[in-house]
Structures are given as C-alpha cells and as structure tokens.
C-alpha cells in the first residue's frame, strides 16, 4: 500500500522558519517526481514546489521562490520543503504528493499519491 506520511508545519512568527518532511512508503521512492501543494483557507490548492525523479531539477512557484527550498533524500524515501522567511500569506494546509509532473511555468500536476496534509500557521 502507497502511503506518503507527513511531518513538521506547526506555527512560526513573521520572517521564521519551518521544515515539512515526507516520507515514501510501498513505492520506489527515486522513479517518481514529488512536489508540495498548499492550501489557504477559501482559496484554490496551489503549487508550490516540485523536484524530478533521481536528483532532477526542482521548480518554485513565484509566490514562495527565493524563499523555500525542496530537496530529496530517496535513500530515506524523504522530501522536505524548507521554509524560510515565512509570511502569514504561507499560512495554509501542506500537502506532499508523488507521481507528480514537474515543470516550470505550473509546478507541479496533482500526485496520484497524496499526503494527509500538514498545518502551517504564520503569525504577524
């Protein structure tokens, strides 16, 4: 059974940092590309970051470029999102997600493996 489970997110200030992970379990972890979705309270689910299968390239959203980072450990079956400088627009729920399409003008394609969602609260 494929199961992506989340940890990390939690609350931070204005300017601060937080680190999601997201571990693989029942696939091949390194054959399948994996991205980071959000979602705001009233608003659509955004794209905001996506890594390629093996060690690929990673894409950002405009909204969170320079700012986040995403990289994969595949020998642990782990991505991380790395989220520095956080604003109260990054408050929303995270979703990790695999057999993703990445690409740079949209991110990221929706998963067909989805994670449960992780909340993260940025404060003023």
């Known amino acids: 059974e494929v199961q992506l489970v989340q940890s990390g997110g939690g609350m931070a200030q204005d300017g601060g940092s937080l680190t999601l992970s997201c571990t693989g379990v029942g696939f091949t972890f390194e054959d399948l590309s994996l991205g980071w979705f959000r979602q705001a309270p009233g608003k659509e689910r955004e794209a905001v970051s996506c890594?390629?299968?093996?060690?690929?390239?990673?894409y950002y959203s405009d909204s969170v470029k320079g700012r986040f980072h995403i990289a994969r450990h595949n020998a642990k079956n782990t991505v991380y999102l790395q989220m520095d400088s956080l604003k109260p627009e990054d408050t929303a729920v995270y979703y990790c997600?695999?057999?993703?399409?990445?690409?740079?003008?949209?991110?990221?394609?929706?998963?067909?493996?989805w994670g449960l969602g992780t909340h993260v609260t940025v404060s003023s």
């Open positions: 997600a695999a057999s993703v399409i990445c690409g740079s003008w949209y991110v990221a394609t929706p998963g067909k493996y």
């Open positions: 890594i390629s299968q093996g060690v690929g390239p990673s």
